[in-house]
């Protein structure tokens, strides 16, 4: 699934710096004085193929693989002709379980052509590779190759029929599911009275949700008060291949806006590639932006005369980020370091997991996230300090065991993880 992506997790809101830095000797330096405050403000295998010698009653030999290898690894296949020419094909190794891609495409102007003639290059080359390895086959094999290619664009359009049909059942069940999250909504507002209202809604069920609260800050908690409503949907065929989330908020001090949209718009295939993602621009009130933070530094004139104010302003951790999206670097941008590559894919990935929970774990069962009762999947890979403490001191135990000899008494007591007695 491809919320199981990788993880960014976000701390706090920045340090600090201590300290005036030791005065050089020289002249003409300045004295200065750093008075530093923070403010709320933006923010922030293949598989190689050889000619071997066989039997000549069969047109091929094939090694079976044993146990953990693959065909390749066990020795291949190869034709019987000492005619026929070695070969190899690579092959792309798969994305890792629950992984999702990124169309790391060339755009216009970066490095490329406007009429991507760079990309027509790559496909041509792609093409005349595969065509060079069917011409290495024999002439009776090629034929049932190019057969079966063909049978497998047949098969390519059924794939594209069905997610197209899923993405129509997708749409008819959200339009049934509308008016139950419409009473939802009136119900926790307490527009439709069978109670009060909830308070804090959906601030406590993100609170609930592991992806979204390790994305949480203080100063966020004190703004999804003002959360009224999310919502999902899944994008008009027309617009494209996606889905859309939509925050309504209560009117408040921090921003103007009363809906925050963000957009996730997906390439149409068996995996899940994101090709980018779009999000509204919060009206932030005047010093209310918790998405930076302003530090302001006074700096004394070296002759003396007076001071002046320099302010700078730094991003900082914030959910509201969020509707800030990173963008999908350019693999050709030769600027572009392999950390900071790393770094981006980091955000890609931690903001498209965001957007999958919320989409198909908090909109549909926010109620259950709110009581505490729906479970993380994630918690599975993570383990409490305490829990892992207990499974070393019971490896330690089990090992103890094996050493000595055989006691009466029975062996270790019930009572669950942690039970037994004490001395």
């Known amino acids: 699934s491809p919320q199981t992506a990788g993880r960014m997790g976000l701390g706090g809101m920045g340090k600090k710096k201590g300290g005036k830095p030791a005065p050089k000797e020289s002249d003409e330096d300045d004295d200065e004085e750093e008075e530093v405050e923070e403010v709320m403000s933006k923010g922030v295998a293949s598989m190689g193929v050889g000619g071997k010698g066989g039997s000549p009653a069969a047109p091929f030999n094939f090694q079976a693989a044993g146990k953990g290898t693959t065909p390749g690894q066990a020795g291949g296949f190869s034709f019987s002709s000492a005619a026929a020419p070695a070969f190899n094909f690579p092959q792309a190794a798969a994305p890792a379980d629950g992984a999702f891609q990124f169309n790391f495409s060339n755009t216009p102007g970066d490095g490329d052509d406007e009429d991507g ?75 439709e009275k069978v109670g009060d209202g909830v308070p804090d809604f959906w601030l406590g069920a993100m609170r609930n949700c592991m992806v979204l609260a390790s994305n949480v800050t203080e100063k966020d908690e004190v703004i999804l008060k003002s959360l009224t409503n999310i919502t999902s949907e899944t994008l008009p065929e027309e617009v494209g291949v996606g889905f859309k989330l939509e925050f309504t908020f209560k009117t408040n001090e921090f921003f103007t806006n009363t809906t925050l949209t963000k957009t996730y718009l997906m390439a149409d295939g068996d995996e899940p590639v994101l090709e980018k993602s779009e999000g509204t621009e919060i009206v932030w009130a005047e010093g209310k932006n918790v998405t930076v933070k302003i530090k302001k530094k006074k700096q004394r004139n070296k002759n003396g005369k007076g001071t002046r104010t320099v302010t700078k302003v730094e991003p900082c951790e914030s959910f509201f980020n969020f509707f800030s999206p990173p963008t999908i670097p350019n693999m050709d941008d030769e600027g572009l370091e392999e950390e900071e590559l790393e770094h981006r894919q980091m955000e890609l990935e931690s903001d498209y997991e965001m957007g999958v929970a919320i989409q198909e774990r908090l909109v549909p069962h926010a109620i259950k996230w709110f009581t505490g009762e729906a479970e993380d999947d994630e918690e599975e890979d993570y383990m409490d300090e305490e829990d892992q403490e207990f499974d070393e001191d019971m490896d330690d135990e089990e090992d103890d065991e094996d050493d000595e000899p055989p006691r009466g008494g029975g062996g270790r007591g019930g009572g669950g993880r942690g039970g037994g007695g004490g001395g």
Not at 128 to 157: M, N, W, Y
């Open 117 to 191: 003639d760079d990309d027509d290059d790559e496909e041509e080359d792609d093409t005349d590779h595969v065509e060079e390895f069917i011409a290495s086959l024999p002439e009776g094999v090629q034929e049932t190759v190019r057969a079966l290619d063909a049978l497998d664009e047949d098969v390519c359009k059924v794939e594209a029929d069905f997610r197209k049909e899923m993405r129509a059942l997708e749409r008819k069940y959200e339009k049934l599911e509308k008016p139950l999250f419409a009473k939802r909504e009136k119900l926790v507002s307490g527009a």
